[in-house]
């Protein structure tokens, strides 16, 4: 699905300092990039990932979830998100759960990138997990997003070594990188399908 010129609407979810919205806002600027983004939206107001979103020209929204339920905070970010035009919604650090209706009312045009190589480590802690489970490998998954957590189908993966004396920080940045490079590539399968 794309709109006239080629170029699929996307918004993107945040919740802090947005590195991987950077790295697909940097992706969005090739010519030939298949998607361009039409907001940044935010759960936490204060989050470091608008300034970045501003600074590059893209619209924000930010609305803190804190007093509301997951369905009622979740009505607003579809109102935002259907009001920028977007058709597809990518999550880059988004720490919240989406309620079944928002994600039966976008089902197979959200997508997530989570850092473990799912089906393994769903959830929070994924490095240290992955440390203490004896993981040779560990690495980084985009998903499709359904009701249930870090469940949907992978489209792409990207693995990096369990190196010995691995701390969860030192794997971490290893898998940050491949988050980068990893993400706008498969945003690119996703909406050229």
Known sequence: MAEAGGRAP??????????NMAALLRAAEAPDCPWRVVLVGANDPDAAGLET?????VPTWAHSHKGLNRADYDALVD???????????ALAGYMRLLSPGFVSAWAGRIVNIH???LPLHKGLDTHARAIEAG???????VHIVTAEL???PVIAQARVPV?????PETLAARVLVEE???YPKALTELVTR
């Open 10 to 19: 996307v918004a993107i979810l945040i919740s802090g300092r947005g590195s």
């Open 53 to 57: 979103a501003r600074a590059a020209g």
């Open 79 to 89: 109102a935002a998100v259907r009001a920028a035009g977007a058709e597809w919604i």
């Open 115 to 117: 850092p473990s190589l």
């Open 135 to 141: 993981d040779v490998e560990a690495g980084c998954s």
């Open 150 to 152: 870090d469940d949907g």
């Open 163 to 167: 190196l010995p004396g691995d701390t």
């Open 180 to 182: 980068h490079r990893l």
